[in-house]
């Protein structure tokens, strides 16, 4: 589980930012270098079973918070983001079907 992370003996919640998004909170969360790419907090407890069945809601109230800071700072908050692939991947696929799929015959070959 990648957002479950150990120190020492602690175990953490850890909350990735969209790359997109991480000057946004970055600079609402008031970092030095202006840049967020992960919000850590510590689950409070030293047993892994335990911290599993508290990352859910450690994951969602650290979106929370996160969400009114950046709405305070005048931003969109993390839940309004979308991924920029869908978009993308519907371009791709449009190129691919407008490729000519003709075979290519080399004159050396054809007889």
């Known amino acids: 589980m990648q957002n479950l992370l150990r120190r020492g003996n602690t175990w953490f919640a850890r909350l990735f930012i969209p790359h ?16 967020k790419r992960e919000v850590v907090r510590t689950l409070g407890t030293t047993d892994r079973a335990e911290a599993k069945r508290r990352l859910t809601l450690a994951l969602a109230q650290m979106q ?46 054809d007889h």
Request: hydrophobic fraction near 40%.
């Open 20 to 35: 997109d998004r991480w000057a946004d909170v970055g600079k609402a969360l008031k970092v030095k270098g202006g840049l």
């Open 64 to 109: 929370r918070e996160i969400d009114v800071t950046l709405k305070n700072a005048g931003r969109k908050p993390l839940t309004d983001w979308t991924a920029e692939w869908p978009k993308r991947a519907v371009e791709l696929r449009a190129a691919v079907q407008a490729a000519d799929d003709t075979p290519r015959h080399n004159a050396q070959y």
